[in-house]
């Protein structure tokens, strides 16, 4: 039984200047990253590569619209090095153009042309919370299906995963929170997975550490001390994504996928919606078995004594940082909830075996109905 895989090395760095001296950025090294970024960090160091901009494809997150416009600028050129610094937009993107022959995005989706992986990939994360640089999976909007896919096989897998804490103080508070609270919800999803194990436990429950207690000290000391702790965050991002890179994640991902493909909600924001209310759902179901274990350590880190309203408690703490809303604040139709549920049952399999406890038709339709 394999308990743990991680695939790319892990570096760190404390400058981008120190990653770019040691990994030889130039001629024949794809970079995809953002301009501003760029402006800051790279532009002044003359490296001999060819960069592209992803916000010159569009706004938001990847849609399979803007990464086919990009694998056409691209095509036919001999890149020995796909190097994405950014976030999960960036990344997800990114890991798509190391496949050979790749110039549709639905048809990599669906896993209709062969997945062979032709060139090196190296993931440098500017947000402290999708993990994706640790991770084989790549998501998408797909314009035509009205939601999110994921595609998930080792060829995605990066080389190199290279973490530089000051890129991510470049991240505005409200994408710093909501990043975050993303790679908190990674945590707790693998903790309870039905594929976890005593290896992935120990960078579920480190990322839980190092995230919340960020967190309550934020709240203490004010928003800007984040910036002093912004290393802890990145590594709490990048050890939960390697927790749920080999447990993968369940039912409050899986129901955020029709809100975010729909109503361009961010990710860490449309995940959070449906937290607290997926994770009473499963204490309801089954209060005695993981997800015990789970509470007693929520409690711990957020140093309450009751573990009965664990859950009503932690959304104290994460409300003072993102603010739960009514579905229908987003745009979302009432007769839409029995749509999203269908969208979720008929197209979230990937995900919803890996729910704590399975949930029925019914159930994913009472939660949307609540949070409506």
Known sequence: MKL???KPQIHKFNHFKDFAEFFTIAAGDFVLTNEFLYNSYMKGLNLNADFMFREKYGKGEPSDEMIDAIMRDIGGRDYR?????????VIDIAKLLVIKDATNALALF?????LIKE????????TCGTGSEVTNISIAEIKSKHTKMGLGVDELYPDYAVLIPELVKELPYKFFVTSSIDALIHAVESYVSPRSNS?????????MELILKGYMDILDKGSEYRLEIIEDFLIGSNFA???FGNTGVGAVHALSYPLGGNYHVPHGEANYQFFIEVFKTYNKKNPNGKIKELNDILAGILRISDTATIYDELSKVLDKLLAKKPLKEYGM??????IFTDGVIEGQQRLLVNNYVPLSRNEIRDIFKALY
């Open 241 to 243: 994504g390697i927790a």
């Open 4 to 6: 743990l895989q991680v």
């Open 333 to 338: 139709k009432e007769e839409e909830v029995e």
């Open 199 to 207: 290896s992935t436990e120990l960078f579920s429950v480190k990322a």
């Open 119 to 126: 060139r090196e990939l190296i993931i440098v994360p500017t």
């Open 110 to 114: 669906e896993k209709k042309i062969p």
């Open 81 to 89: 090095r796909i190097i994405a610094i950014g976030g999960g937009s």
